[in-house]
């Protein structure tokens, strides 16, 4: 079972840019799906992006043109670049593995494995 960690969450303004990572560690990712997840407090979690192999990718609906999601399977890396960050974007961001054989790469529930989180916090 992978371990995840994520981290370069904070506090921007609206218009400004944050880039999370999450590493792996006790695994490989270069053959995981790897998704980043989001929950704001009072809201149901949600994807903002999702990276399976190398090049395919989907976005949800709520960040989509905002974010793009990237990995260095060489440091067990998958990234999350965010731009013009709104205050909607506050949240805990989360980084999920263990994904489940013929689930929706979309859908949290098809993940097993899950970080700790790491905090957004965007100011208007």
Known sequence: QVRLVESGGGSVQAGGSL?????????RL??????????APGKEREAVAVIAGDT????????????AISRDNAK?????????LIPEDT????CAAGFRSG???????????????TQVTVSS
């Not at 880039?19 to 695994?27: E, I, M, T």
């Open 30 to 39: 270069e053959t995981h799906v790897i998704g980043w997840f989001r929950r």
């Open 56 to 67: 395919r990718v989907e976005y949800g609906a709520s960040a989509k043109g905002r974010v």
């Open 19 to 27: 880039k999370l990572s999450c590493v792996a560690r006790g695994g």
């Open 76 to 84: 067990t890396m998958v990234y999350l670049q965010m731009d013009s």
């Open 103 to 117: 689930g929706q790469l979309l859908r949290a529930d098809d993940y097993k494995d899950w970080g700790q989180g």
């Open 91 to 94: 949240a805990m961001y989360y």
